[in-house]
């Protein structure tokens, strides 16, 4: 699986969950959480704290997971917000383009 299919592959779910619920989906936890949109913005803070952290300490390992934390909550909130990932995979594309 490539690295965009994996994203992809995520993206994917996330829609899936807001649209099909599944009992104990940790994805729906934060979709339909009492606290709205606050929930995985929230999770965002911690992870995108987290992530900081491990980069100024140095901890490979650890960058690696909270980076992969980051990018998921990341994703799950847009989704909440209703801003499909291709408008920010075009985003990037257009920046590039335009070096």
């Known amino acids: 699986m490539t690295d965009t299919a994996l994203i992809a592959e995520l993206w994917d779910v996330i829609v899936d969950r807001r649209l099909h ?3 104990g989906s ?3 936890s934060l979709l339909s959480h009492r606290k ?6 929230e ?10 952290l491990a980069v100024k300490n140095g901890e490979s390992d650890r ?4 980076a992969a934390d980051l990018l ?3 994703l799950v909130a847009l989704n909440a917000a ?3 990932l291709s408008l920010v995979l075009d985003e990037l ?3 590039r383009r335009s070096r």
């Open 26 to 28: 940790y994805v729906n």
């Open 36 to 41: 709205g949109i606050d929930k995985p913005l």
């Open 72 to 74: 998921f909550h990341m």
């Open 21 to 23: 619920p599944v009992e």
């Open 82 to 84: 209703d801003v499909d």
């Open 63 to 66: 960058i690696a997971e909270e």
């Open 43 to 52: 999770k965002v803070g911690e992870e995108a704290t987290e992530f900081i």
């Open 93 to 95: 594309a257009s920046r």
